[in-house]
Protein backbone atom coordinates (compact mmCIF):
# COMPACT_ATOMS: atom_id res chain seq x y z
CA UNK A 1 0.00 0.00 0.00
CA UNK A 2 3.02 2.52 0.43
CA UNK A 3 3.26 2.93 -2.87
CA UNK A 4 -0.40 3.84 -3.36
CA UNK A 5 -0.39 6.00 -0.49
CA UNK A 6 2.63 8.44 -1.42
CA UNK A 7 0.98 8.85 -4.51
CA UNK A 8 -2.03 9.60 -3.06
CA UNK A 9 -0.95 12.19 -0.19
CA UNK A 10 1.50 14.18 -2.28
CA UNK A 11 -1.93 15.80 -3.88
CA UNK A 12 -1.43 18.06 -0.57
CA UNK A 13 2.36 18.83 -1.14
CA UNK A 14 3.11 22.66 -1.79
CA UNK A 15 3.02 22.62 -5.87
CA UNK A 16 6.34 23.55 -7.89
CA UNK A 17 6.59 25.40 -11.08
CA UNK A 18 6.62 23.09 -13.60
CA UNK A 19 3.32 22.17 -11.83
CA UNK A 20 1.60 25.35 -12.07
CA UNK A 21 2.19 25.70 -15.46
CA UNK A 22 0.85 21.98 -16.30
CA UNK A 23 -2.15 22.74 -14.18
CA UNK A 24 -2.76 26.34 -15.62
CA UNK A 25 -2.65 25.42 -19.04
CA UNK A 26 -2.33 21.40 -19.81
CA UNK A 27 -4.38 19.27 -16.97
CA UNK A 28 -7.62 20.61 -18.68
CA UNK A 29 -6.55 19.19 -22.17
CA UNK A 30 -5.24 15.90 -20.62
CA UNK A 31 -8.66 15.17 -18.78
CA UNK A 32 -10.83 15.81 -21.51
CA UNK A 33 -9.00 13.70 -23.79
CA UNK A 34 -8.84 11.25 -21.67
CA UNK A 35 -12.40 11.09 -20.59
CA UNK A 36 -13.22 11.11 -24.44
CA UNK A 37 -11.15 8.19 -25.20
CA UNK A 38 -12.26 6.04 -22.65
CA UNK A 39 -16.11 7.02 -22.90
CA UNK A 40 -15.80 5.70 -26.49
CA UNK A 41 -14.22 2.92 -26.15
CA UNK A 42 -16.44 1.59 -23.19
CA UNK A 43 -19.26 1.95 -25.28
CA UNK A 44 -17.65 0.77 -28.83
CA UNK A 45 -16.63 -2.44 -26.84
CA UNK A 46 -19.70 -2.95 -24.62
CA UNK A 47 -21.79 -2.83 -28.02
CA UNK A 48 -19.74 -5.20 -29.67
CA UNK A 49 -18.97 -7.88 -26.74
CA UNK A 50 -22.65 -8.30 -26.06
CA UNK A 51 -23.74 -8.59 -29.47
CA UNK A 52 -20.98 -11.01 -29.87
CA UNK A 53 -21.87 -12.77 -26.61
CA UNK A 54 -25.43 -12.84 -27.87
CA UNK A 55 -25.11 -14.40 -30.67
CA UNK A 56 -22.67 -17.23 -29.23
CA UNK A 57 -24.44 -17.87 -26.40
CA UNK A 58 -28.17 -17.43 -27.61
CA UNK A 59 -27.82 -19.44 -31.38
CA UNK A 60 -26.45 -21.90 -33.15
CA UNK A 61 -24.79 -21.15 -36.36
CA UNK A 62 -21.80 -22.41 -39.00
CA UNK A 63 -18.71 -21.82 -37.51
CA UNK A 64 -20.05 -21.38 -33.88
CA UNK A 65 -17.62 -24.18 -32.15
CA UNK A 66 -14.79 -22.64 -33.33
CA UNK A 67 -15.83 -19.13 -33.01
CA UNK A 68 -16.91 -18.95 -29.22
CA UNK A 69 -13.59 -19.78 -28.12
CA UNK A 70 -11.21 -17.98 -31.05
CA UNK A 71 -13.36 -14.47 -30.19
CA UNK A 72 -11.37 -14.92 -26.74
CA UNK A 73 -7.66 -14.71 -28.83
CA UNK A 74 -7.51 -11.11 -29.29
CA UNK A 75 -6.56 -10.74 -25.68
CA UNK A 76 -3.17 -12.63 -26.32
CA UNK A 77 -2.13 -9.30 -28.85
CA UNK A 78 -1.38 -6.35 -26.38
CA UNK A 79 -2.65 -2.90 -27.86
CA UNK A 80 0.33 -1.23 -28.01
CA UNK A 81 1.48 -4.31 -30.24
CA UNK A 82 -1.98 -3.94 -32.28
CA UNK A 83 -1.26 -0.19 -32.64
CA UNK A 84 1.56 -0.13 -34.33
CA UNK A 85 0.71 -2.74 -36.97
CA UNK A 86 -2.46 -1.76 -37.86
CA UNK A 87 -1.11 2.20 -37.92
CA UNK A 88 1.85 0.51 -40.20
CA UNK A 89 -0.84 -1.45 -42.53
CA UNK A 90 -3.13 1.04 -43.03
CA UNK A 91 -0.53 3.97 -44.38
CA UNK A 92 0.38 4.88 -47.41
CA UNK A 93 3.23 2.29 -48.27
CA UNK A 94 0.99 -0.73 -46.05
CA UNK A 95 -0.36 -3.99 -47.15
CA UNK A 96 -3.93 -2.25 -47.63
CA UNK A 97 -2.96 0.80 -49.75
CA UNK A 98 -1.02 -1.01 -51.70
CA UNK A 99 -3.33 -3.55 -52.69
CA UNK A 100 -5.76 -1.52 -53.18
CA UNK A 101 -3.29 0.70 -55.98
CA UNK A 102 -1.95 -1.95 -57.57
CA UNK A 103 -4.40 -4.66 -58.23
CA UNK A 104 -7.62 -2.59 -58.38
CA UNK A 105 -6.22 0.46 -59.14
CA UNK A 106 -8.40 2.58 -56.23
CA UNK A 107 -6.39 5.25 -54.63
CA UNK A 108 -7.99 5.85 -51.36
CA UNK A 109 -8.53 8.85 -49.25
CA UNK A 110 -5.84 9.52 -46.77
CA UNK A 111 -7.70 11.12 -44.11
CA UNK A 112 -10.86 8.42 -44.25
CA UNK A 113 -8.03 5.22 -44.63
CA UNK A 114 -5.16 6.17 -41.89
CA UNK A 115 -5.25 4.82 -38.69
CA UNK A 116 -4.14 7.34 -36.10
CA UNK A 117 -4.75 9.89 -33.14
CA UNK A 118 -8.16 9.05 -31.41
CA UNK A 119 -9.67 7.38 -34.28
CA UNK A 120 -6.92 4.74 -34.05
CA UNK A 121 -6.54 4.75 -30.96
CA UNK A 122 -10.36 4.00 -30.32
CA UNK A 123 -10.38 1.34 -33.06
CA UNK A 124 -7.36 -0.46 -31.54
CA UNK A 125 -8.61 -0.41 -27.79
CA UNK A 126 -12.59 -1.74 -28.99
CA UNK A 127 -10.85 -4.63 -31.38
CA UNK A 128 -8.64 -5.65 -28.62
CA UNK A 129 -10.63 -5.16 -25.70
CA UNK A 130 -14.11 -6.31 -26.28
CA UNK A 131 -12.79 -10.18 -25.33
CA UNK A 132 -13.53 -8.93 -21.48
CA UNK A 133 -16.76 -8.09 -22.00
CA UNK A 134 -17.14 -10.96 -24.77
CA UNK A 135 -15.87 -13.51 -22.03
CA UNK A 136 -17.97 -12.33 -18.58
CA UNK A 137 -21.27 -11.21 -20.60
CA UNK A 138 -21.49 -14.93 -22.56
CA UNK A 139 -20.99 -16.53 -19.51
CA UNK A 140 -23.62 -15.18 -17.90
CA UNK A 141 -25.88 -15.74 -20.52
CA UNK A 142 -25.35 -19.30 -20.63
CA UNK A 143 -25.35 -20.06 -16.97
CA UNK A 144 -28.06 -17.33 -15.17
CA UNK A 145 -30.65 -16.72 -18.05
CA UNK A 146 -32.29 -19.85 -19.79
CA UNK A 147 -35.51 -19.99 -18.12
CA UNK A 148 -36.16 -15.92 -18.48
CA UNK A 149 -35.02 -16.44 -21.98
CA UNK A 150 -36.99 -19.15 -22.97
CA UNK A 151 -40.01 -17.98 -20.91
CA UNK A 152 -40.20 -14.50 -23.35
CA UNK A 153 -40.28 -16.88 -26.04
CA UNK A 154 -43.32 -18.77 -24.64
CA UNK A 155 -45.07 -15.17 -24.03
CA UNK A 156 -44.37 -14.46 -27.98
CA UNK A 157 -41.35 -12.27 -27.87
CA UNK A 158 -38.36 -11.83 -30.93
CA UNK A 159 -35.12 -12.33 -30.46
CA UNK A 160 -34.80 -8.57 -30.97
CA UNK A 161 -37.24 -7.64 -27.77
CA UNK A 162 -35.29 -10.62 -25.70
CA UNK A 163 -32.28 -8.54 -26.07
CA UNK A 164 -33.08 -5.51 -25.28
CA UNK A 165 -35.63 -5.85 -22.66
CA UNK A 166 -34.84 -9.29 -20.80
CA UNK A 167 -31.00 -10.08 -22.21
CA UNK A 168 -29.15 -6.72 -21.20
CA UNK A 169 -31.20 -5.84 -18.16
CA UNK A 170 -29.96 -9.00 -16.49
CA UNK A 171 -26.44 -9.03 -17.72
CA UNK A 172 -26.03 -5.57 -16.07
CA UNK A 173 -23.52 -7.16 -13.67
CA UNK A 174 -21.72 -8.91 -16.01
CA UNK A 175 -21.51 -5.85 -18.23
CA UNK A 176 -20.76 -3.26 -15.47
CA UNK A 177 -17.77 -5.70 -14.60
CA UNK A 178 -16.27 -6.44 -17.85
CA UNK A 179 -16.70 -2.79 -18.67
CA UNK A 180 -14.72 -1.35 -16.12
CA UNK A 181 -12.49 -3.70 -16.82
CA UNK A 182 -11.51 -1.77 -20.11
CA UNK A 183 -12.12 1.22 -18.60
CA UNK A 184 -8.99 0.24 -16.16
CA UNK A 185 -6.96 -1.24 -19.77
CA UNK A 186 -7.48 2.43 -21.30
CA UNK A 187 -6.56 4.54 -18.14
CA UNK A 188 -3.68 2.64 -17.54
CA UNK A 189 -2.43 2.82 -21.38
CA UNK A 190 0.43 4.42 -22.73
CA UNK A 191 1.99 2.54 -25.48
CA UNK A 192 -1.41 3.03 -28.06
CA UNK A 193 -1.83 6.66 -26.79
CA UNK A 194 1.96 8.10 -27.21
CA UNK A 195 2.26 6.23 -30.17
CA UNK A 196 -1.00 7.86 -31.79
CA UNK A 197 -0.12 11.08 -30.01
CA UNK A 198 -3.08 12.03 -27.55
CA UNK A 199 -2.01 13.48 -24.25
CA UNK A 200 -4.07 11.41 -21.74
CA UNK A 201 -2.89 12.10 -18.04
CA UNK A 202 -1.34 8.39 -18.51
CA UNK A 203 1.13 10.01 -21.10
CA UNK A 204 1.08 12.91 -19.23
CA UNK A 205 3.03 11.27 -16.34
CA UNK A 206 5.69 9.96 -18.27
CA UNK A 207 6.41 12.80 -20.13
CA UNK A 208 6.56 15.05 -17.15
CA UNK A 209 8.88 12.24 -15.47
CA UNK A 210 11.14 11.62 -18.76
CA UNK A 211 10.92 14.95 -20.10
CA UNK A 212 10.89 17.39 -16.99
CA UNK A 213 12.37 14.68 -14.48
CA UNK A 214 10.07 15.96 -12.00
CA UNK A 215 8.91 13.75 -9.79
CA UNK A 216 6.85 15.74 -7.92
CA UNK A 217 4.03 16.62 -10.70
CA UNK A 218 4.27 12.95 -12.40
CA UNK A 219 2.96 11.99 -8.86
CA UNK A 220 0.31 14.67 -8.49
CA UNK A 221 -0.94 13.63 -12.05
CA UNK A 222 -0.77 9.88 -11.04
CA UNK A 223 -3.13 11.48 -8.21
CA UNK A 224 -5.13 12.92 -10.18
CA UNK A 225 -5.71 9.63 -12.25
CA UNK A 226 -6.41 7.88 -8.70
CA UNK A 227 -8.78 10.19 -7.93
CA UNK A 228 -10.37 9.67 -11.43
CA UNK A 229 -10.29 5.41 -10.96
CA UNK A 230 -11.43 5.65 -7.34
CA UNK A 231 -14.56 8.04 -8.83
CA UNK A 232 -15.30 5.30 -11.34
CA UNK A 233 -16.12 2.85 -8.49
CA UNK A 234 -17.92 5.04 -6.38
CA UNK A 235 -20.12 5.65 -9.58
CA UNK A 236 -20.63 2.30 -10.12
CA UNK A 237 -21.57 1.35 -6.80
CA UNK A 238 -24.02 4.32 -6.37
CA UNK A 239 -25.56 2.89 -9.58
CA UNK A 240 -25.78 -0.09 -8.69
CA UNK A 241 -27.04 0.64 -4.72
CA UNK A 242 -29.68 -1.79 -3.43
CA UNK A 243 -30.53 -3.56 -6.66
CA UNK A 244 -29.99 -7.71 -6.72
CA UNK A 245 -29.54 -9.72 -10.20
CA UNK A 246 -29.77 -13.08 -8.62
CA UNK A 247 -31.59 -15.53 -9.62
CA UNK A 248 -35.51 -15.84 -7.88
CA UNK A 249 -35.02 -19.83 -7.97
CA UNK A 250 -31.76 -22.44 -6.59
CA UNK A 251 -33.19 -24.17 -10.41
CA UNK A 252 -31.05 -22.99 -13.23
CA UNK A 253 -29.84 -24.88 -15.99
CA UNK A 254 -27.55 -24.19 -18.84
CA UNK A 255 -29.01 -22.32 -21.86
CA UNK A 256 -30.06 -24.00 -24.81
CA UNK A 257 -29.08 -22.41 -28.45
CA UNK A 258 -31.46 -21.72 -30.93
CA UNK A 259 -30.33 -23.29 -34.35
CA UNK A 260 -30.22 -20.38 -37.02
CA UNK A 261 -30.22 -21.30 -40.92
CA UNK A 262 -30.47 -19.87 -44.16
CA UNK A 263 -29.12 -16.56 -44.20
CA UNK A 264 -29.79 -15.87 -40.80
CA UNK A 265 -26.87 -18.47 -39.86
CA UNK A 266 -24.18 -17.12 -42.49
CA UNK A 267 -25.00 -13.72 -41.54
CA UNK A 268 -24.37 -14.30 -37.53
CA UNK A 269 -21.32 -16.74 -38.72
CA UNK A 270 -20.15 -13.77 -41.11
CA UNK A 271 -19.69 -11.19 -38.72
CA UNK A 272 -18.41 -13.43 -35.92
CA UNK A 273 -15.55 -13.89 -38.75
CA UNK A 274 -15.08 -10.37 -39.48
CA UNK A 275 -14.44 -9.73 -35.76
CA UNK A 276 -12.38 -12.33 -35.67
CA UNK A 277 -10.30 -11.73 -38.48
CA UNK A 278 -9.88 -7.96 -37.86
CA UNK A 279 -8.97 -8.03 -34.35
CA UNK A 280 -6.43 -11.70 -34.27
CA UNK A 281 -5.81 -12.88 -37.49
CA UNK A 282 -4.96 -9.96 -40.18
CA UNK A 283 -2.29 -8.36 -37.52
CA UNK A 284 -1.21 -11.84 -36.48
CA UNK A 285 -0.03 -12.73 -40.48
CA UNK A 286 1.53 -9.16 -40.74
CA UNK A 287 3.86 -9.71 -38.02
CA UNK A 288 4.48 -12.78 -39.12
CA UNK A 289 5.32 -11.13 -42.85
CA UNK A 290 7.40 -8.67 -41.00
CA UNK A 291 9.41 -11.37 -38.90
CA UNK A 292 10.50 -13.08 -42.03
CA UNK A 293 12.05 -10.51 -43.58
CA UNK A 294 14.11 -9.44 -40.31
CA UNK A 295 14.62 -12.78 -39.23
CA UNK A 296 17.90 -12.98 -40.31
CA UNK A 297 19.28 -9.51 -38.88
CA UNK A 298 17.22 -9.98 -35.13
CA UNK A 299 17.55 -13.54 -34.60
CA UNK A 300 21.06 -13.54 -32.75
CA UNK A 301 22.40 -13.51 -29.23
CA UNK A 302 21.04 -9.64 -28.16
CA UNK A 303 17.41 -11.45 -28.80
CA UNK A 304 18.60 -14.23 -26.43
CA UNK A 305 19.45 -12.03 -24.00
CA UNK A 306 16.20 -9.81 -24.20
CA UNK A 307 14.05 -13.23 -23.88
CA UNK A 308 16.36 -14.15 -20.86
CA UNK A 309 15.93 -10.88 -19.16
CA UNK A 310 12.01 -11.39 -19.80
CA UNK A 311 11.65 -14.65 -18.62
CA UNK A 312 13.74 -13.77 -15.57
CA UNK A 313 12.08 -11.18 -14.49
CA UNK A 314 8.71 -12.75 -15.06
CA UNK A 315 9.48 -15.94 -13.68
CA UNK A 316 10.89 -13.85 -10.18
CA UNK A 317 8.25 -11.57 -9.82
CA UNK A 318 5.49 -15.22 -10.70
CA UNK A 319 7.52 -16.74 -7.39
CA UNK A 320 7.03 -14.04 -4.87
CA UNK A 321 3.47 -13.37 -5.77
CA UNK A 322 2.16 -16.59 -5.54
CA UNK A 323 4.43 -17.11 -2.34
CA UNK A 324 2.64 -13.97 -1.26
CA UNK A 325 -0.78 -15.00 -2.32
CA UNK A 326 -0.36 -18.53 -0.39
CA UNK A 327 0.35 -16.89 2.42
CA UNK A 328 -2.91 -14.17 2.03
CA UNK A 329 -5.32 -16.72 1.01
CA UNK A 330 -4.65 -19.01 4.01
CA UNK A 331 -4.67 -16.29 6.38
CA UNK A 332 -7.92 -14.83 4.89
CA UNK A 333 -9.90 -18.69 5.87
CA UNK A 334 -9.56 -17.83 9.19
CA UNK A 335 -12.56 -15.54 8.37
CA UNK A 336 -11.57 -12.56 10.81
CA UNK A 337 -11.78 -8.51 10.08
CA UNK A 338 -7.62 -8.08 10.04
CA UNK A 339 -7.62 -11.02 7.34
CA UNK A 340 -10.33 -9.58 4.91
CA UNK A 341 -8.71 -5.75 4.79
CA UNK A 342 -5.14 -7.60 4.70
CA UNK A 343 -6.58 -9.23 1.42
CA UNK A 344 -8.20 -6.36 -0.12
CA UNK A 345 -4.95 -4.44 0.97
CA UNK A 346 -2.71 -6.71 -1.32
CA UNK A 347 -4.98 -6.38 -3.98
CA UNK A 348 -5.34 -2.96 -4.45
CA UNK A 349 -2.80 -2.00 -6.95
CA UNK A 350 -4.25 -4.33 -10.01
CA UNK A 351 -7.14 -1.42 -9.95
CA UNK A 352 -4.19 0.79 -10.07
CA UNK A 353 -3.00 1.97 -13.91
CA UNK A 354 0.75 0.98 -14.10
CA UNK A 355 1.65 4.54 -14.44
CA UNK A 356 0.34 5.39 -10.48
CA UNK A 357 2.27 1.75 -9.43
CA UNK A 358 5.19 3.32 -11.20
CA UNK A 359 5.94 6.88 -9.58
CA UNK A 360 4.70 5.33 -6.16
CA UNK A 361 7.29 2.56 -6.36
CA UNK A 362 9.81 5.11 -7.39
CA UNK A 363 9.10 7.67 -4.89
CA UNK A 364 9.42 4.64 -2.00
CA UNK A 365 12.61 3.51 -2.93
CA UNK A 366 14.20 7.09 -3.54
CA UNK A 367 12.91 7.50 0.10
CA UNK A 368 14.59 4.28 0.92
CA UNK A 369 17.99 5.35 -0.89
CA UNK A 370 18.04 8.44 1.25
CA UNK A 371 17.55 6.91 4.41
CA UNK A 372 19.87 4.08 3.74
CA UNK A 373 22.61 6.64 2.69
CA UNK A 374 22.47 8.26 5.55
CA UNK A 375 22.26 5.03 7.45
CA UNK A 376 25.58 4.25 5.85
CA UNK A 377 26.60 7.29 6.54
CA UNK A 378 26.74 7.04 10.09
CA UNK A 379 28.41 3.86 10.55
CA UNK A 380 31.56 5.00 8.62
CA UNK A 381 31.15 1.90 6.11
CA UNK A 382 33.37 3.59 3.70
CA UNK A 383 32.59 3.16 -0.32
CA UNK A 384 29.61 3.61 -2.30
CA UNK A 385 26.13 2.96 -0.83
CA UNK A 386 23.94 0.23 -2.25
CA UNK A 387 21.73 2.27 -4.18
CA UNK A 388 18.01 -0.05 -4.80
CA UNK A 389 16.57 2.18 -7.52
CA UNK A 390 18.56 1.26 -9.66
CA UNK A 391 18.48 -2.18 -9.50
CA UNK A 392 15.94 -5.03 -10.98
CA UNK A 393 14.56 -4.94 -6.89
CA UNK A 394 12.69 -1.80 -7.76
CA UNK A 395 10.92 -3.78 -11.54
CA UNK A 396 9.95 -6.27 -9.30
CA UNK A 397 8.39 -4.84 -6.60
CA UNK A 398 6.41 -2.89 -9.23
CA UNK A 399 4.99 -6.37 -10.58
CA UNK A 400 4.26 -7.55 -7.41
CA UNK A 401 2.27 -4.48 -6.31
CA UNK A 402 0.23 -4.50 -9.79
CA UNK A 403 -0.27 -7.70 -10.57
CA UNK A 404 -0.84 -9.40 -6.73
CA UNK A 405 -4.30 -10.09 -7.54
CA UNK A 406 -3.89 -12.08 -10.30
CA UNK A 407 -2.31 -14.66 -8.03
CA UNK A 408 -4.55 -13.80 -5.17
CA UNK A 409 -7.84 -14.41 -6.62
CA UNK A 410 -6.45 -17.95 -8.51
CA UNK A 411 -5.55 -18.84 -5.17
CA UNK A 412 -8.94 -18.12 -2.87
CA UNK A 413 -10.73 -19.42 -5.35
CA UNK A 414 -8.83 -22.85 -5.19
CA UNK A 415 -9.71 -22.56 -1.35
CA UNK A 416 -13.11 -21.85 -1.70
CA UNK A 417 -13.80 -24.95 -4.28
CA UNK A 418 -11.65 -26.97 -1.68
CA UNK A 419 -13.63 -26.35 1.39
CA UNK A 420 -12.65 -26.81 4.55
CA UNK A 421 -13.38 -30.31 5.75
CA UNK A 422 -10.03 -32.13 4.64
CA UNK A 423 -7.98 -29.29 6.66
CA UNK A 424 -10.43 -29.84 9.88
CA UNK A 425 -9.58 -33.60 9.41
CA UNK A 426 -6.01 -32.87 9.46
CA UNK A 427 -6.44 -30.76 12.31
CA UNK A 428 -8.35 -33.19 14.63
CA UNK A 429 -6.07 -35.66 13.71
CA UNK A 430 -2.96 -34.13 15.43
CA UNK A 431 -1.16 -31.82 12.59
CA UNK A 432 -0.38 -28.23 12.61
CA UNK A 433 -1.16 -25.48 10.52
CA UNK A 434 1.91 -25.47 9.04
CA UNK A 435 2.13 -29.39 8.29
CA UNK A 436 -1.48 -29.17 7.00
CA UNK A 437 -0.76 -26.45 4.38
CA UNK A 438 1.82 -28.77 2.64
CA UNK A 439 0.50 -32.04 3.06
CA UNK A 440 -3.29 -31.48 2.44
CA UNK A 441 -4.35 -27.80 1.59
CA UNK A 442 -1.47 -27.55 -1.62
CA UNK A 443 -2.15 -30.50 -2.99
CA UNK A 444 -5.42 -29.54 -3.25
CA UNK A 445 -5.45 -26.59 -4.99
CA UNK A 446 -2.14 -26.94 -7.27
CA UNK A 447 -4.70 -25.94 -10.02
CA UNK A 448 -5.59 -23.14 -8.95
CA UNK A 449 -2.13 -21.88 -8.16
CA UNK A 450 -1.06 -23.47 -11.62
CA UNK A 451 -3.30 -21.28 -13.50
CA UNK A 452 -2.09 -17.94 -10.89
CA UNK A 453 1.24 -18.45 -11.87
CA UNK A 454 0.29 -18.41 -15.69
CA UNK A 455 -2.04 -15.72 -15.77
CA UNK A 456 0.84 -13.91 -13.56
CA UNK A 457 3.37 -14.40 -16.00
CA UNK A 458 1.75 -13.63 -19.26
CA UNK A 459 0.62 -10.37 -17.68
CA UNK A 460 4.21 -9.67 -16.01
CA UNK A 461 5.55 -10.52 -19.65
CA UNK A 462 3.49 -7.89 -21.44
CA UNK A 463 3.43 -5.02 -18.99
CA UNK A 464 4.88 -2.23 -20.65
CA UNK A 465 4.09 1.08 -18.21
CA UNK A 466 5.81 -0.37 -15.36
CA UNK A 467 8.93 -1.43 -17.41
CA UNK A 468 9.54 1.71 -18.80
CA UNK A 469 9.74 3.85 -16.21
CA UNK A 470 11.12 1.46 -13.15
CA UNK A 471 13.94 -0.75 -15.59
CA UNK A 472 17.66 -0.40 -14.78
CA UNK A 473 19.42 1.42 -16.84
CA UNK A 474 20.25 -0.80 -20.09
CA UNK A 475 18.11 -3.59 -19.25
CA UNK A 476 15.07 -4.35 -21.39
CA UNK A 477 12.21 -6.36 -21.78
CA UNK A 478 10.56 -7.72 -24.45
CA UNK A 479 7.50 -5.26 -24.13
CA UNK A 480 9.79 -2.20 -23.74
CA UNK A 481 11.98 -3.63 -26.99
CA UNK A 482 9.19 -3.82 -29.40
CA UNK A 483 7.98 -0.26 -28.45
CA UNK A 484 11.27 1.59 -28.60
CA UNK A 485 10.98 -0.09 -31.91
CA UNK A 486 8.13 1.27 -33.01
CA UNK A 487 8.56 4.81 -31.58
CA UNK A 488 11.97 4.99 -33.71
CA UNK A 489 9.92 3.91 -36.45
CA UNK A 490 11.59 0.49 -36.85
CA UNK A 491 8.29 -1.72 -37.42
CA UNK A 492 9.86 -4.52 -38.97
CA UNK A 493 12.42 -5.35 -36.23
CA UNK A 494 9.51 -4.85 -33.69
CA UNK A 495 7.83 -7.68 -35.06
CA UNK A 496 9.97 -10.64 -33.81
CA UNK A 497 9.64 -9.45 -30.05
CA UNK A 498 5.95 -9.03 -30.44
CA UNK A 499 5.28 -12.09 -31.59
CA UNK A 500 7.28 -13.67 -29.14
CA UNK A 501 4.69 -11.84 -26.63
CA UNK A 502 1.95 -12.95 -28.54
CA UNK A 503 3.21 -16.77 -28.14
CA UNK A 504 4.03 -16.95 -24.64
CA UNK A 505 0.23 -16.05 -24.32
CA UNK A 506 -0.92 -18.33 -26.34
CA UNK A 507 1.20 -21.31 -25.07
CA UNK A 508 0.31 -20.18 -21.67
CA UNK A 509 -3.82 -20.28 -22.75
CA UNK A 510 -3.20 -23.47 -24.11
CA UNK A 511 -1.26 -25.27 -21.14
CA UNK A 512 -4.01 -24.03 -18.98
CA UNK A 513 -6.87 -25.06 -20.72
CA UNK A 514 -4.68 -28.53 -21.03
CA UNK A 515 -4.72 -28.41 -17.02
CA UNK A 516 -8.00 -27.21 -16.46
CA UNK A 517 -9.68 -30.50 -18.45
CA UNK A 518 -7.15 -32.38 -17.12
CA UNK A 519 -7.73 -31.74 -12.94
CA UNK A 520 -11.10 -31.72 -14.27
CA UNK A 521 -10.91 -35.35 -15.02
Known sequence: MLPILFVLLSIFNPPNDNWVQIRQYLVKDYIAQTVQLTLTVAVLTALLGVTLAWLTAVYDFPGKRFLRWALVLPLAIPPYIAAFTYSTM?????????????????????????ISSMRGAVLVF?????????????????????????NAR????????????????????????????????????????SYFGLQTVSTAIFQTWFGMYDADSAMRLAAWLMIIVLGLFLVEMLLRKRRAYSSTTSKSRPLVPRRLTGVRGWTASLFCMIVWCAA????????????????????????????????FVAVVSTLIIMIFSLIAAAANRTRSTVSFVLSKAVTAGYSMPG???????????????????????????????????????????????RFMATGYNAVEVGFEKMGRKFTEASRMLGHGMTRTFFKVDLPLIKGAVMSGCILTFVEICKELPLALILRPFNFETLATKAYRYASDEQIFEASIPSLLIIGISLISVYVMHHLDRRWEQ
Not at 105 to 110: A, D, L, R, T
Request: charge should be positive; avoid cysteine.
Open 355 to 401: AIIAIGVLVVFLKLDKLWAAFHHQLTLGGIPLVLSLTLAMLIAGYVI
Open 280 to 311: FLFPLLQLIVWAGWTFDSMWNAGLFRLIYQTL
Open 90 to 114: FSYTGVVQTTLRNRFGIVPNQELIT
Open 154 to 193: LLGRNGLSIFLRIALPLSRPALAGSVSLVIFEVLSDYGVT
Open 126 to 150: TLFLFPYVYLITKSFLEKQSASYIE
